[in-house]
Structures are given as structure tokens and as C-alpha cells.
């Protein structure tokens, strides 16, 4: 990364309200750009219809500005930029970096071990489709070698495409663009620097590195937040019923995603209106608190 201004952004899909977690992504990345002089751009990622729930965009930026988080521009809608992706998928193509693929899930499956581990591609289609099969997708041919990125909280990572991610897909069998060259697309033409998120997207870097380094694009520097999950340990979800934040009392649970981040609070929060509670909190912003862990309980 260029020594260019901080320039940060966070990316909600609109599949449901937001709740505590998404609040917490979205708390962290805002006071990580505003601490350092940065813009905070908001990006929907409406880029699955299916998941999408109707209004849910809408009621997403609402509460942001209940709690004072406000954006810097207009905001960008996934939506409304597929030919960009399309370019993108187009120059991949022509490079030959990208290969059709016939493989359904099913038969990608047989390939995962016994103990139902992670599946990874086989490569089953790399240097061809095999008889009687048809194109449904489109695949990146990933480099044999190792990624590594060091991340601002979880440390140094790293990760032997071949053998733990795969070939993985740029444009699904139904015909919609793949979240990993969408989001390597949409934050390299926005202009991205910095990108903090949950823990639950660390295993997505890699691959985006390895999208943006075939593209031309910097890579931004990374910051992964704990992702907080439910007494049971599943990520707090629509599809685990996690409660929508409430804003009746906004500067109240704004504290409890800073204690959960690790900040320090020396106010009490009934002192505090949203105006005094965004300029201390952004004042007292100290990364190296925030937990080390990949999750945290909600408390």
C-alpha cells in the first residue's frame, strides 16, 4: 500500500436489520478512519438477490444514522456495478487466468474428506471440461504458491492457495458475480486503503489478494475484528435469529460494542449525548486493545 490517505469503508449486505455484531464491524471500521483523518464509505452489497430481504437496505442506513455513523459521498450499490465486473471478469479471461467449470456442489463435495472438512476444488475442470459436461461457472486458475498478509490485530496469516483454498469462483451457475471479484473490483475503483471487518472474512483475504495482484490492484492493509457470536458459539446471524440493535438507547449500546472492542470508557454514558460520545470515542481509539480472539460472546 501507498502512503495515499486513509480511506476505509463498510460493506453491509442487506439480508436483514443489523444486529450487535454488524454494529460492532461497522463501529470499528468508522472510528479506525475517522481516528486517523480518513473518509468512511458505505458500500451495500446487494449483490445476491435471493438472501435479500426487501427494505432491509433501507433500514440499514437508517439506524447507522440513529447511532451517528455517518458516511462520507453517496452510497455505492453492488447492484448497480456489474459491468465493471464484467470488465474485470473479461480481462482475467483474456490473460488466461480464468477456466469454465461443469462441477456441481455435489460433485465437488465427493471430493471433501469423511469428516466433512473444508472443500476444496479439485481442479477437476482446470484444463478442460471433462465429456458430457457443460459450463456453469467460471473459476480464477490460482498461482501455486503462498499468501501472507499481516493483519493489524490477528497477526501474520497465511495461505498455500492450491491446497487450502482451490480455484475458487468469479461468476456463479446462476449467472451472478461472485462476492470475492466484486469486493477486489469495488474497493480498488473506490480507492480503498484500509479494510476492517470481522474475523468471519480473514479467510477470504488471501483469495482477494491473489484477485487484486492478478488485476493490477494494491492490496489495502487489513484489520480483522473479533466476530461475536451467541451462547451457543454461532455467529450472531438472520439465520441464527440475532436481535436487530435497537437505538433507543444509542450512546448505551455504542459502549457496549466499545467494551467489547476493548476501548477504554472513562465517561459514564448519561453525561454522554451522540455528538460528546463520537469525539472521545474517536480521540481514545486504540487498536491494540481490541481482542486478539476471532470470536467474542455477546454479552
Known amino acids: ?9 463498510f460493506a453491509p449486505s442487506p439480508t436483514g436489520p443489523l444486529h450487535f455484531g454488524s454494529l460492532l464491524a461497522a463501529v470499528g471500521s468508522f472510528l479506525d478512519a475517522r481516528s486517523q483523518g480518513g473518509e468512511w464509505l458505505l458500500r451495500m452489497e446487494d449483490l445476491d438477490p435471493p438472501r435479500e430481504v426487501p427494505g432491509a ?27 465493471l465486473y464484467r470488465e474485470a471478469l473479461d480481462r482475467l479471461e483474456q490473460m488466461g487466468q480464468t477456466y469454465p467449470c461443469g462441477c456441481t456442489r455435489r460433485q465437488i463435495q465427493a471430493h471433501a474428506g469423511s469428516d466433512g472438512s473444508k472443500r476444496i476444488y479439485p481442479g477437476t475442470c482446470r484444463n478442460g471440461l471433462p465429456p458430457g459436461r457443460t459450463a456453469r461457472s467460471v473459476r480464477l486458475r490460482v498461482p501455486d504458491l503462498e499468501v501472507n498478509f499481516d ?47 470481522g474475523t468471519d472474512l480473514l479467510d477470504s483475504t488471501c483469495q482477494q489478494i491473489t484477485l487484486q495482484q492478478a488485476l493490477g490492484h494494491p492490496t489495502p492493509r487489513y484489520l480483522h475484528l473479533p466476530v461475536v457470536v451467541n451462547e ?14 435497537t437505538t433507543d438507547h444509542a450512546v448505551a449500546t455504542l459502549c457496549s460494542v466499545l467494551r467489547a472492542l476493548g476501548q477504554p470508557l472513562e465517561y459514564e454514558t448519561a453525561d454522554c449525548n451522540l455528538a460528546d460520545f463520537w469525539e472521545r470515542a474517536v480521540n481514545s481509539w486504540q487498536v491494540e486493545q481490541i481482542p486478539k480472539a476471532q470470536v467474542i460472546t455477546e454479552r
Open 1 to 9: 500500500m501507498t502512503d495515499a490517505a486513509y480511506r476505509g469503508r
Open 57 to 83: 437496505a433501507d433500514s440499514i442506513l437508517h439506524t447507522l444514522e440513529a447511532f451517528g455513523l455517518y458516511w462520507d459521498g453517496e452510497v455505492t450499490y453492488q447492484s448497480h456495478r456489474h459491468a
Open 151 to 197: 493483519d493489524r490485530v490477528q497477526g501474520p496469516v497465511s495461505e498455500w492457495l492450491p491446497e487450502q483454498s482451490g480455484d475458487f469462483i468469479l461468476l456463479r451457475a446462476d449467472g451472478l458475480f461472485a462476492y470475492q471479484l466484486a469486493v477486489v473490483v469495488d474497493d480498488a475503483d473506490q480507492g480503498i486503503t484500509d479494510i476492517v471487518r
Open 232 to 245: 451457543r458459539g454461532d455467529k450472531l446471524s438472520k439465520q441464527t435469529h440475532a436481535r436487530a440493535v
